[in-house]
């Protein structure tokens, strides 16, 4: 025999809780009261599609907004549907506050952009959200299935673009976890997506690079005599005298640029090691600061802003594209430069006289076992030996390679 179900009174929703976990009290006939450990108190009314035979739910409003009585008729509204064999999700206006993906993923990005490390990151998030909502960004919460998801998943990966499907796969995942903790759904089908089976394994591949010394300069040169936008040009000498990852050189500010203690500072939510990390100024690459800085300073905070807007750095792209336009496509990218360097710098050790230590650390990399030892200006008079020796170096074998 069904447990009978004693109609909630206003008084004892109104003397509810917060509790750790979400809890629910029912109302009888599919109507509930729902009470989040974030403090959201709403009714929700709970059904079976007709001649689908699946559970839905619909979200009726929040307490007190909502009152037991309004929330009642409404629930009685769909019950008189439902009798008439017509979903009350179908309806126009049915539902008096919906939890559309489109609404949740945007809140998720809003508190997400607070604690992310790099503007960068954030960016992307939001590009692949946008993805997202391409595909069901319009549905309620609780309507999303995983064959939604799957198709969105697999059509990336279809495009041979299986890294993007897994990062929209480990977001998706992300924003579920947030929609639960706002009460808004019980489980995380995402979760319940495996992605080695959706998503074709691939090999990793290094990035292209040049590693022939004459070659080397060949390029540098054809960088130097570059018609193409002058940003690029200068990002991209910049590039190969600091080798920094790629997303440092176009999110470069100048708020992090010291020109009297020769030094440029990026701080450890910009870097992919999460520390803060010096650049040691040579009068090479001060030399290609200020030329940026008579186009960009005081009208963008980034050092090399985009050709299109001033209120934007480079695109991702950019840098890649411009080494094509000069013939490298497949020979060398722009993350290349930090493989070049490495091995140039660690081939001439015995001419520069720097450990591989200073090396490495000029290349921010740092071993996990010493995070908590390091020190951003660790090595750094040595490094500053370093990026000296290294920028002279660029400058000699460009005159050999203008001899031969």
């Not at 009314?45 to 007190?64: A, E, H, M, Q, V």
């Not at 750095?313 to 497949?330: H, I, V």
Request: glycine residues 4%; charged residues 30%; proline residues 3%.
């Amino acid at each position: 025999m069904p447990k009978k179900v004693i109609p909630l009174a206003d008084t004892t929703l109104a003397k509810t809780k917060v509790k750790d976990k979400q809890y629910i009290l029912n109302d009888g006939d599919g109507l509930r009261f729902i009470v989040t450990p974030q403090g959201r108190r709403f009714f929700r009314f709970d059904y079976t599609r007709p001649n689908r035979g699946k559970r839905n739910s619909l979200t009726i409003g929040n307490y007190p907004e909502i009152t037991l009585g309004e929330a009642r008729e409404k629930r009685a509204e769909y019950r008189k549907l439902l009798t008439l064999k017509i979903d009350p999700a179908k309806q126009k206006n049915a539902v008096t506050i919906q939890d559309l993906f489109k609404d949740i993923s945007a809140d998720y990005l809003a508190v997400v952009k607070k604690s992310v490390d790099a503007d960068s990151t954030y960016l992307n998030y939001k590009r692949y959200v946008k993805y997202m909502n391409a595909e069901f960004g319009d549905k309620d919460f609780i309507e999303i299935e995983i064959r939604d998801i799957s198709k969105l998943i697999t059509y990336y990966d279809k495009q041979n673009k299986h890294e993007t499907a897994r990062r929209v796969l480990r977001l998706l995942k992300s924003i579920y976890k947030y929609a639960i903790s706002r009460g808004i759904i019980k489980h995380n089908i995402a979760n319940d997506i495996d992605s080695n089976i959706l998503i074709a394994k691939v090999k990793p591949i290094s990035f292209a690079h040049i590693d022939d010394e004459k070659e080397f300069a060949i390029l540098l040169n054809s960088i130097d005599d570059y018609f193409g936008d002058i940003m690029t040009k200068y990002a991209l000498q910049f590039q190969s005298m600091t080798f920094l990852r790629p997303e440092n050189v176009r999110f470069l500010r100048w708020a992090r640029i010291d020109f009297e203690k020769k030094q440029i500072v990026y701080p450890e939510t910009e870097m992919k090691n999460k520390l803060k990390f010096v650049v040691p100024l040579t009068e090479q690459i001060e030399t290609v600061l200020l030329a940026a800085a008579a186009l960009s300073k005081g009208r963008s905070e980034f050092v090399f802003p985009s050709p299109t807007s001033n209120l934007k750095p480079l695109s991702e792209n950019t840098l890649n594209q411009a080494l094509q336009r000069l013939g490298y496509k497949g020979k060398m990218t722009s993350h290349g430069f930090r493989h070049s360097a490495s091995t140039f710098l660690n081939e001439n050790k015995h001419i520069h006289k720097v450990s591989g230590d200073v090396i490495e650390a000029q290349m921010a990399h740092i071993d996990s076992s010493v995070r908590g030892i390091y020190n951003h200006a660790e090595y750094l008079p040595e490094r500053f030996k370093l990026l000296g020796w290294w920028c002279s170096y660029l400058d000699r074998v460009k005159k050999l390679a203008d001899k031969d």
